[in-house]
């Protein structure tokens, strides 16, 4: 199968590593030289890696090298059957590219985006056939992360979904299909995670008796009670305080201001201050040269009141169950693919709607029901299917 992928970027450039492993014959495309001489030079390095930990031969590295052409032009992926653009995160831009490549490409060519925030209905209205126009949504790094979202547009056939869909398992990829929404699956469920995590450090209930800010606290009542395997505060210094307050101020314009994507001012006034995390060597904490925290990180019982910490954890599962379960109630995902997306995309310890199920449906609705009565904030508003469930004593999988 052709491939082409346009943009050789940390994007574009890990999935031609995905196609080229499963044998497909790849044509990385970009319009800059040097993204092109980069992207080579990385894959060589991860492939001399990967020989290194004995997971592959050099018979292996010289099979998927191979299979990638680096191109720039255009015109150079004429005999693609599937394109996968991953260029900058404009609509005009992507549109101009989209529009001219339909140009070469043959008629059956399906033509896809791997964007985070736009729709896939504006991307494929550039088209002049825009049923052939899909979003194959991969998480980074995309050679590593299991998860795939696939999203028709509502212009997209039933044949090109079909077909993406089969392929991207063929990458050996979990592929969840989601509907063309904001955030798709796992950007919007996963918002509650940092959004309320940023809300009970703003209310200062986590702050320790000498006034130190409750960052590691919230991450401690996450990592050891609830099993993540980083903390809200150390994820979003690792993600970068700019890049994860952008998805968070784009989801919720997009959902024309529902207060429960609300951003937080800290986390803007962080991304402002240059306090971008990891990448800064500053952000809710100090990192070191290497980008290892300072400090201990290692919060014990002895600092944390249990109590405290449990309700800091159920208050953010809480939140983050009722996001998947209104996911489902507005037919965004299957139920099976709402839990896949956040298992196998962001690596949560379990599913929410399993854990929902396990946590018992009348607890999650307490909680919510709890959280509005003392708040009063639409924020807090509980899920009508988790209320609906509950009157009929229903589970989300047995
Ligand atoms: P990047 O900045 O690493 O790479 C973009 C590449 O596109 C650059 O090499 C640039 O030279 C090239 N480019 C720009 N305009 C071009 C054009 N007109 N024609 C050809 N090449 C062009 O960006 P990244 O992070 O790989 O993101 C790419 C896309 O993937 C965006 O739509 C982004 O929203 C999406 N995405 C990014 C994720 C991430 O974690 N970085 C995760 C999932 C999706």
Redesign the pocket.
């Known amino acids: 199968m052709n491939i082409g992928i346009?943009?050789?970027?940390?994007?574009?450039s890990g999935i031609a590593q995905v196609a080229a492993t499963s044998g497909c014959n790849v044509k990385l495309?970009?319009?800059?030289q040097a993204?092109l001489d980069k992207a080579k030079a990385s894959l060589e390095k991860i492939l001399n890696r990967l020989i290194e930990k004995g997971r592959i031969d050099s018979n292996e590295k010289n099979r998927i090298q191979s299979n990638i052409s680096y191109v720039d032009n255009l015109k150079d992926l004429a005999d693609s059957h599937l394109t996968i653009e991953?260029?900058?995160?404009n609509l005009d831009?992507k549109k101009k590219?989209f529009s001219e490549l339909e140009t070469y490409v043959s008629d059956n060519c399906i033509i896809a985006s791997?964007?985070?925030?736009l729709s896939i209905a504006s991307i494929a209205a550039s088209l002049q056939k825009p049923e052939r126009c899909v979003g194959i949504?991969?998480?980074?790094p995309a050679p590593l992360m299991k998860l795939v979202e696939v999203i028709p547009a509502i212009q997209t056939s039933k044949d090109v979904l079909d077909k993406s869909v089969q392929t991207i398992k063929d990458w050996k990829k979990v592929v969840a299909v989601a509907k063309d929404t904001p955030g798709f699956i796992v950007n919007r469920v996963a918002r509650p995670f940092y959004g309320e995590a940023l809300r009970i450090y703003e209310e200062g209930i986590a702050d320790l008796p000498d006034g130190e800010a409750g960052f590691a606290t919230i991450d401690w009542s996450l990592k050891t009670l609830g099993g993540f395997r980083m903390g809200p505060f150390e994820l979003m210094d690792f993600i970068g305080n700019d890049v994860n307050y952008t998805v968070t101020e784009t989801v919720f314009k997009e959902f024309y201001f529902d207060p429960r994507y609300k951003p937080a001012f800290t986390q803007k006034r962080f991304a402002e201050a240059g306090y971008l995390g990891r990448k800064t060597g500053k952000g809710y904490y100090d990192y070191d040269e290497n980008g290892k925290i300072k400090g201990s990180l290692d919060v014990t019982s002895s600092a944390v009141e249990r109590s405290l910490a449990e309700s800091i954890f159920e208050r953010v599962l809480a939140m983050l169950i009722n996001e998947a379960a209104d996911a489902l109630f507005l037919n965004i995902a299957s139920a099976e693919d709402i839990d896949n997306a956040m298992t196998k995309g962001v690596n949560y310890p379990k599913g929410l709607l399993a854990w929902a199920d396990e946590k018992g449906i009348d607890w999650c609705v307490n909680k919510m029901d709890e959280l509005y009565n003392e708040y009063h904030e639409d924020r807090y508003r509980c899920s009508p299917l988790l209320r609906k469930m509950n009157r009929e004593q229903k589970t989300f999988f047995n």
């Open positions: 346009i943009g050789s970027g940390t994007m574009g495309y970009d319009t800059n993204a991953a260029i900058v995160e831009i590219v791997n964007t985070s925030s949504h991969f998480f980074n």
